[in-house]
Structure formats: C-alpha cells, structure tokens
C-alpha cells in the first residue's frame, strides 16, 4: 500500500502533544476490544477462530493508524464528477482522492470482505466465511471508515442476488467479477432503489422497463444511488404493461459498460452533496434506455429483492455499531489521558456516568449484531426457526442500533469538548456518519413498523425471539438462577406488548417503543448468555453486570424526581471501565444490591 504522512508526523515530527488528550492514533482496534474476540470464540469453530486471528490483529492494527488516515484524507477530499474525458468526449466518469482508493484496496483486495461469505479461498480459508465470521471484519473496517461499507455491502448484495436468482448466462458473465479479490479484475456493484415517487413506498416507483431481444431497455430516474458508478447495478423496475404495486415489480442487472466498451445509456446527473459519508459517491441516474437484463422471475423482482433486506439491515446495524466501539475507544483514551481539576475524567462522577452510558448502548448492539449474524448463518443452513427469528432480529437491530449511534458519537464528541467539534478529530465525522444509518434501509419509523406489523402481526415471528431467548436462558446454569427467572418474565412482557401493539391498528404509534423493548430483552438476554459462555472460557462474568444496566435503565419504570446513583452503581462502573477480571460469584452479589 502507498503511505501517506500522518498529520502528526508533518507537524511535530511524530512527538505526542503534550497538552491536549490524546486520540486512539496507533490503536491496534481488535487487541484493544476483548469483547470481539470473547464473542467469536464463542460462536465460531475454534479451528476458524484461530485462522482469522493474525487476519483480524492485522485489520486491527491498520483501521487504527493508516486507514484511519486515509478515511480522514478521503472524507476531506470527496468524489468528483466528470463529464467529459480529456479528449472532448463525452464520458462520465468520478475522481476520488487516492486515499479513497487505498481504502478500496484493503477491502475489496486485502481482505475480500464483499466475497467472504460467497467465495471460497480468502484469506487462505478453504471454504466460505459465516456471516458472524465476515461481519468482525465489516465491525472492525468501519470502525476507520464508514463511506466504503456501502460499496462493500452493496457489491456483496448484487452478487448474492445474482448467484440466488439469476440465470446461467449472467452468473458465468458476472458473479466472478462481483466476487473478485484481484483489483484489475473486481467489478464493484451497486443497488439502485429509490426514486423520488416511491422512497419506502417502492410500489410507487416509475421506472419502467421494455423488452428488446434477449434483454430490456430501461427509461426512468434513480433518486438516490450510492457507489453511483458501480459496474454492475441491481434494480427494480416496472415491465412495461405489468400490474401496479410491487406485485407488477421486476429486478434487473444493468452493466455500467456494454460489450463493445461503451457506456450504457444512463447517466449521473449530479453526486449528492450529503451530511456523511463524504467519501463515497451518491449520486441521481437518469436512465435513457439503457440495457438490463431480467433476473428471475419478473413478478416476483420485489420480493426477491426483499430476501436481502435481512442481510443488508444485519450490515448497517453492525457498522453502526462499529461506529459506537469508536466513539467508545475514543472517548476512553481521553478519559483515561486528561486531567481536569486535579483528577483523571474516568474518576469524576459525571464522567464515568457519560461514559457508561457509551459503554453499555455499543456493548447492546455488539451482542445483538452476533446474535442476528449466527440466525442468518443458522438460517442460510437451512433452519426454519432460524429464518423467522432473523426475520424479527434484522430490523429490531437496524432500528434501535442505528438511533442510539447518533447518541453515543454525539457523546463521545462532547467527552472531548470543544475540539471534538473540530474536523482535525474523528468524533465530528463519526457524528456525521452516525445519521445515516437510521436512513439508510428504511427510516425508523418504517424498521419499527416492519419488526411490529409484519414480523410480528405477519409472520408470528416473536414465537421464534421468545423460544430462542427462553432457551439461551434455560443454557445458562452458571447464572443466578433469580437472575434468569428475572429476564424469563421480561421476555414475555416484551413478546406480549409487541402482539398487543401488532394485533390493532389504533396501537400502529407505539411501534417504535414496542420494537425497543424488544431490543433491550433480547440484549440484555445475549449478554447473561454470553456472560456465562466468557466465566467458563477465561473467568470473567463482567459482561452479565451489562445486563443488569440493560434492565435498570432500559426497562424498569424510573421516578424523575428520585436520586438514581448507589453503591451498586459505582462498584458496576468501576468494574466495567476497568481490566481486572470478575468471576460469576463476585457479580452475581451486584445482581441484587441496591
């Protein structure tokens, strides 16, 4: 990879300012996260743990130092869109920054996280990655730079779409390309959805397509396309003449270039100018008859599409979360470093209280992004009951994981102060990129009414979240037992809220609070059986003390006007921002003091 200077070394010759805090530069990103690591020994084969591990300190080390760069360098210096080439030609084509390219390179080259649970062989494993497997590196890439995982993700969706659905003739001429490691030979893709008559409301859209031969013509406008010059782009469209809704809802691939080298005829019409991921270009496509080619079934292109949409919300709940486990290595490096009034900021009260607080939202979304990973691994291995859990988890995960990023940026910015305002620092553009995951996929109020109306009042999915959650307890021995028989009564009050919200159409604006209640049983569940799985493997039953915060704060009833600190608390705090390890009896006493 090309080096460029890091900023420090331009200015002061590599020393460490010596005023200010300092920030997570140089930060190997997976040794500093004990959890990531408990979390993939407990869910992966210990023969495929061990392979990733030098892969993933790897990614650690380089999302810390020269990517974080790069990132910076790339979200500063954002795409640009060329109309002509140098000879008066008109050929639209977009400059990024080479730092971007560098980024593109570790990604798609180095790691092959687009293709790791597609194609087999990379990073030297013999077979295909589990989705638990490839999202620990999606967690930790992201965590240095957000724009890319759209382009990761969507290159992967096309291919998967293409390789589910698509006919012979397209997968030999495109699935290789889609999944390639090989720079000169990766064609990225992309997914063009929205549309300005349709949003969410895809039935709507307008764009239609007209036979011609052994392909289509396509005639119409894309509102909002991210990797806008992507290779390969699925979409959806009308066939000309079929119904309205998305029953008469068609997908197709149309390449970027055609055989003999040309454009296809569609063109960008500008890039987005957007609040985040500067980095990556979004962009709006006029379509002028460009050729596509159908892919399965024409109507049954919508649903089709909507068999990703678990895989896609799995992957935005995930980078959100990698953006929290920023904020939160951020925000403790300067709480640790900075010394104000005499004390470190990790021992004032308030202090340690933000910091929980950052803490305990990003351990949540880390247990619920493992838990619905491993349901679509179980799920694509041919499980029914994986398959309606996962239907309930992807969009309780992208509807409460996405929110609660743009809070916990938002603090770790503050935790910094003043120049955590300034754009020299990451907070002001994790803050940024935070936005647009509670955008992206389906706003909250949809992901709230798609978990409630259809998981739940469709596909009776909370059956499934209440068996799985009962079991996980029911595997927990080493827990308390009044503990468990705690979280069992929980689970069921959650499960029946949300049938009581689903069953009637006058309860449609409690969604949002039923689907959180939902998220907060179901993590603070994974957390006491993830606790018990992490005491047996190394000692340590800490993160069953995360759960007590989840059900304290999140689900019980509090009186505004009582004071809310204990002793409990600050033994908890203590505890959880510090290393030493807990063994289940030393925790189990905190469980039930005041």
Same mark, same amino acid.
Not at 228 to 242: E, F, I, N, S
């Given at each position: 990879m090309h080096q460029f200077l890091k900023r420090e070394d331009v200015m002061t010759g590599g020393a460490r300012p010596a005023l200010l805090a300092p920030d997570t530069t140089g930060l190997n990103f997976y040794r500093a996260d004990p959890a990531l690591s408990d979390l993939l020994r407990i869910h992966l084969p210990d023969t495929l743990f061990r392979h990733l591990t030098p892969h993933l300190d790897r990614l650690g080390e380089l999302a810390g130092g020269y990517l974080d760069e790069c990132a910076r360098l790339a979200d500063r210096h954002g795409p640009v869109l060329h109309q002509r080439d140098r000879f008066g030609r008109d050929m639209q084509w977009i400059e990024y920054h080479p730092a971007y390219r560098e980024l593109e390179r570790a990604a798609f080259g180095e790691f092959g996280i687009h293709a790791m649970s597609i194609r087999k062989g990379i990073l030297g494993w013999p077979d295909k990655y589990p989705v638990v497997a490839k999202h620990a590196f999606t967690f930790l890439f992201n965590q240095a730079e957000f724009g890319l995982g759209c382009p990761i993700n969507v290159t992967d969706g096309c291919a998967k779409l293409l390789a589910s659905f698509g006919s012979d003739g397209l997968k030999a001429r495109y699935l290789d390309g889609l999944t390639q490691t090989d720079m000169r030979k990766l064609t990225q893709g992309g997914q063009f959805m929205t549309e300005k008559e349709g949003g969410s409301d895809v039935g709507t859209l307008t764009t239609v397509a007209v036979p011609?031969?052994?392909?289509? &013509?396509?005639?119409?406008?894309?509102?909002?396309?991210?990797?806008?010059?992507?290779?390969?782009?699925?979409?959806?469209?009308?066939? !000309?003449? *079929?119904?309205?809704?998305?029953?008469?809802?068609?997908?197709?691939?149309?390449p970027r270039f055609l055989d003999d080298g040309s454009q296809n005829r569609y063109r960008i019409v500008r890039l987005k100018d957007k609040l985040g991921t500067r980095s990556m270009a979004s962009g709006e496509i006029k379509l002028e008859g460009a050729i596509a080619y159908a892919v399965g079934r024409l109507d049954r292109g919508f649903v089709q599409m909507a068999e990703m949409v678990n895989s896609s919300r799995l992957s935005n709940g995930v980078k959100s979360t990698a953006l929290m486990r920023r904020a939160w290595h951020d925000a403790i490096t300067v709480a640790r470093n900075r010394v104000v009034f005499g004390q470190r900021i990790v021992d004032l009260p308030l202090g340690r209280r933000q910091l929980m607080k950052i803490l305990l939202a990003t351990e949540q979304a880390l247990s619920m992004s493992f838990l619905t990973a491993d349901a679509l691994d179980r799920a694509e291995a041919g499980s029914q009951d994986a398959a309606a859990l996962l239907r309930i988890l992807t969009p309780t995960l992208k509807f409460r994981a996405t929110r609660d990023a743009r809070k916990v940026c938002g603090d770790a910015l503050e935790m910094r102060g003043g120049i955590g305002y300034v754009e020299e620092f990451v907070t002001a553009r994790l803050l940024r990129d935070a936005h647009l995951g509670s955008i992206w996929e389906g706003t909250g109020n949809i992901v709230a009414l798609d978990a409630l109306k259809r998981a739940v009042g469709r596909h009776g999915a909370d059956a499934a979240l209440a068996a799985d959650l009962h079991a996980r307890l029911d595997d927990s021995n080493? =827990?308390? !037992?009044?503990?468990? #028989? !705690? %979280?069992? &009564?929980?689970? #069921?009050?959650?499960?029946?809220?949300?049938?009581?919200?689903?069953?009637?159409? #006058?309860?449609?604006?409690?969604?949002?609070? *039923?689907?959180?209640? %939902?998220?907060? =049983?179901?993590?603070?569940?994974?957390?006491?059986?993830?606790?018990?799985?992490?005491?047996?493997?190394?000692?340590?039953?800490?993160?069953? %003390?995360?759960? &007590?915060?989840?059900?304290d704060h999140r689900l019980m009833p509090s009186d505004p006007f009582r004071l809310t600190e204990n002793k409990a608390d600050d033994a908890i705090a203590t505890l959880l921002l510090g290393e030493n390890v807990a063994n289940m009896g030393e925790v189990g006493e905190l469980l039930t003091a005041a």
């Open positions: 011609e031969g052994d392909h289509w &013509r396509l005639h119409g406008e894309k509102w909002f396309c991210s990797n806008a010059d992507a290779k390969v782009v699925m979409l959806l469209a009308r066939p !000309q003449g *079929a119904d309205s809704g998305t029953r008469g809802v068609g997908l197709f691939l149309m080493a =827990v308390p !037992q009044a503990w468990r #028989d !705690q %979280l069992h &009564r929980l689970v #069921d009050r959650a499960v029946g809220f949300a049938r009581e919200v689903a069953g009637r159409a #006058d309860n449609e604006a409690e969604a949002r609070r *039923a689907t959180s209640l %939902l998220y907060h =049983v179901a993590s603070a569940v994974s957390l006491t059986w993830e606790s018990a799985r992490i005491h047996a493997l190394r000692g340590d039953a800490r993160r069953l %003390l995360l759960a &007590r915060l989840v059900v």
